[in-house]
């Protein structure tokens, strides 16, 4: 499937270099189904599998971070946070 014009921008921009924090949501990013943190490559690799899975996705990237390891622990807190609010359901 191939990402709408905005998703793939997005895509195309992302730091090599960096981890990124991300959520996949279908209508709003305040409702994300999916959470999650790596590489560039990471972040293109999760947004196809979940397209493929449950169709067409947007894509919003949060946070962007030096390491592996400050993505994680966002991603972690995020998640945690996500989890208490019974507006979202994550897959």
Aim: hydrophobic fraction near 35%; charge should be negative; charged fraction near 30%.
């Amino acid at each position: 499937m191939i990402p709408p014009f905005e998703t793939w921008a997005i895509l195309e921009a992302l730091d090599e270099s960096k981890f990124h924090l991300y959520v996949i949501y279908r209508s709003s990013p305040d409702k994300p189904l999916y959470v999650g943190s790596g590489t560039a490559d990471r972040t293109r690799v999760s947004l196809s599998n979940f397209e493929d899975k449950h169709g067409e996705a947007k894509l919003k990237v949060l946070q962007s971070f030096s390491s592996k390891e400050e993505a994680f622990d966002a991603e972690v807190k995020l998640v945690k946070n996500m989890a208490s609010s019974p507006k979202v359901e994550l897959c």
